[in-house]
């Protein structure tokens, strides 16, 4: 994938690749008549990533501003940094095992946008590790503020990653969806 186009720096995707984005508007998706249960369960899927890390931002927020003690704060984040990451990755891997082939085997112009899709994949997933190791530093060392900066900054990493890679991937895959009909990939 050319660094053109890398997720940490780039604002949005070409229209040579989102090459059925202008045709199908983001505001009339839900309204097509091919818009059916796939294309509303992946932006579900997406809505709870989005929730799940904006979750696990605000418990580290609490606790490095007082609202949590160093007694509850492993309570709360412990399991709200795994349900994230646990899905996360859940998802990552089905998009690109069952998925994104199916995409690709729709069109030979998807082929760029996929690649795209899956380069963001192990962006994220480098970033996921990196938060894992910095909330396990974190865990360890709980009165150390450096720690907490270092996992804060992890984690805002991963979550601006990650929301640039959903908005993107949906305007590739739901106009996909909505120009083939969604049985061609499900
Ligand atoms: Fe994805
Ligand atoms: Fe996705």
């Not at 008549?33 to 059916?36: L, P």
């Given at each position: 994938m050319s660094e053109a186009f890398a997720l940490g720096t780039r604002d949005g995707i070409p229209d040579d690749i989102a090459y059925l984005r202008a045709r199908y508007p983001q505001g009339d998706w839900a309204a097509h008549?091919?818009?059916?249960q796939l294309c509303d369960f992946w932006l579900h899927v997406h809505r709870s990533l989005r929730s799940e890390g904006a979750a696990v931002e605000a418990i580290i927020a609490d606790f490095r501003e007082g609202r949590l003690d160093a007694r509850a704060f492993p309570q709360r984040f412990v399991p709200a940094l795994n349900q994230f990451l646990g899905h996360l990755d859940g998802h990552h891997r089905i998009e690109d095992a069952v998925y994104f082939p199916k995409f690709r085997a729709l069109?030979?112009?998807m082929a760029r946008g996929f690649d795209l899709l899956e380069a963001d994949h192990h962006a994220i997933h480098d970033a996921l590790e990196t938060t894992v190791a910095s909330a396990r530093g974190l865990l360890a060392s709980l009165t150390d503020p450096r720690a907490a900066d270092t996992h804060a900054a992890a984690a805002t990493t991963l979550t601006r990653l990650l929301l640039r890679h959903l908005g993107d991937e949906e305007e590739l895959v739901i106009p996909a969806m909505l120009e083939h009909g969604e049985r061609r990939v499900g």
């Open positions: 008549v091919n818009f059916g069109d030979p112009r």
